[in-house]
């Protein structure tokens, strides 16, 4: 008979007594007492459960790094792009994003160019800016990033960028009003300005919390604009839309004109629409509303 055969032949018995077995040679049936012995032990239903245990543990920590790795290169591509966009140069800015499954955030690096930046580069770390996995320090601006991302469950991503225009609003300390249609559609109110304070450090963090509110985006006085969404995509549209208000401000005062902002009211209902409306595109494909 072949082991196939035989084994197939076997039927579980509840107990050991209605075990059909068939013609069988001594090592057959010796092999069937012992599985038999063993399937009716505690032991064995002990290891069962734990295997089981086991099994789900491994299964939930493969899905993690699934996870964690599509994250990785999310952030990566979006610190790529915020540099081909001219929103940051050399190592200036930083990205991140959160698997609320895990807790766990992907964030860029310290002083780390993107051009050579690679997956590995991107660090992890947990709420409390706690490095998880990775090789490098993560950017300074950590502070913020997990706290933004902790106390905005509604934010699943954070964009930190130097946009050349922003700088310019940033310099003087001044809001970015919402002149554009699409800019009013992806951030929904005017863009409000923090004083000035160094960054890097838990009172800086809570400061741009205050001014960020339940908005997505504010400008870090004398620094730079901080954009945030419910995933990387939106994030980072806000701070594209942000950077096109400032330009266009900037553009119709250099033209001797007098920008004029989108009413509250129309800013609110572009907002709520773009909400709706949007979806998901590749990131080669235009950020467009
Ligand atoms: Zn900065």
Redesign the pocket.
Known sequence: MSRQKFWRQIRLPRFAGEANLPDKTYGQELSCHIVLTLAHSPVFSVCLRELRVWAKALAARIICRMAMRELKQEVLRYARQMMFDGLARGS???VSAIDRASGLIAITPSAADYSSMTEDDIVVVNAAGDVVEGRWKPTI?TPLHTLVLRRRPDVGAVV?C?APHVSGFAAALQPIPLVLAEAAACVGHEVPCAPFMP?GTAEFAALMLDVLGRGNAAV?GQ??LLTCGADLRRAYAAAVAVEDSARACIHARSLGFTPQPLPPQVCAELHQWWRVAYRRKGIASSDSA
């Open positions: 200036q800015g930083n601006e930190h130097h960054s870090m620094h730079g």
